[in-house]
Structures are given as C-alpha cells and as structure tokens.
C-alpha cells in the first residue's frame, strides 16, 4: 500500500486547511484509514480514524474542529482542518490497516502503511 499526503500549508490561526491522502496498491473501499501528526519534540498523536464503513472518530483536541472523509472511487482520504490553531502545527502522516483498531486508545497497534507526511503549520 503507497500513501501519498498533500494539502498542507502554512495558514494564520483561525484559517482552514484540507489534506488529502491518495492511496495505491490496495482496494480502497477495504481500508481503515487515520490520520496522526507529529510536531517537532513531541510525540506522534492520534488525529482521528475513518473505519471502511465511513463510520469516525476524533482525539477531543480536534473534534467539532476537523472533519475525516473520503472517497472510495478517487481511493482518497482526506482531512478538513477549521478554526487551526498554533497547536495544530505538526507533520500530519494518514496511515492505513486492513484491520480496524481503531487507533485512539491503549493499547496501540500502530497501522500498518503510513505516508510520508505533509507539513502543517498555523501562526498567530
């Protein structure tokens, strides 16, 4: 499976950004899919999951804010990002299983493809 990240940028707090994930060498529609991000001296954090169903889940430090979705005929995942703030800058890396674990809770299972990341950072 090759992930592939774009959409990031650099935004001002209170702005919106969407990423987007393509996703190759698996069918798409069978994928559990989530999104995590990293900033610089931190530790990866858990973004949110989009099970092959399309049902989702958030971290409580973005829901209400962030929006997971996708397209199964474009084999896309993506990420709309609202109301950013200046911690939400972080490398954003979606990340794809087969098996659904959902990800947000102990204990961890990392999935198994990850993409290379695409940089997000909000400033004030």
């Known amino acids: 499976v090759q992930l592939v990240e774009s959409g990031g940028g650099s935004v001002p707090v209170g702005g919106s950004l969407r990423l987007s994930c393509a996703a190759s060498?698996?069918?798409?529609?069978?994928?559990?899919m989530a999104w995590f991000r990293q900033a610089p001296g931190k530790e990866r954090e858990w973004v949110g999951s989009?099970?092959?169903?399309?049902?989702?889940w958030y971290a409580g430090s973005v829901r209400d804010r962030f929006t997971i979705s996708k397209d199964n005929g474009k084999a896309t995942l993506f990420l709309e990002m609202n109301s950013l703030k200046v911690e939400d800058t972080a490398m954003y890396y979606c990340?794809?299983?087969?098996?659904?674990?959902?990800?947000?809770?102990?204990?961890?299972?990392?999935?198994?493809?990850w993409g290379q990341g695409t940089q997000v950072t909000v400033s004030s």
């Open positions: 990340a794809a299983d087969p098996v659904f674990r959902g990800w947000g809770s102990q204990p961890f299972t990392p999935p198994a493809y």
């Open positions: 060498g698996y069918t798409f529609s069978q994928l559990n």
């Open positions: 989009i099970r092959r169903d399309g049902a989702t």
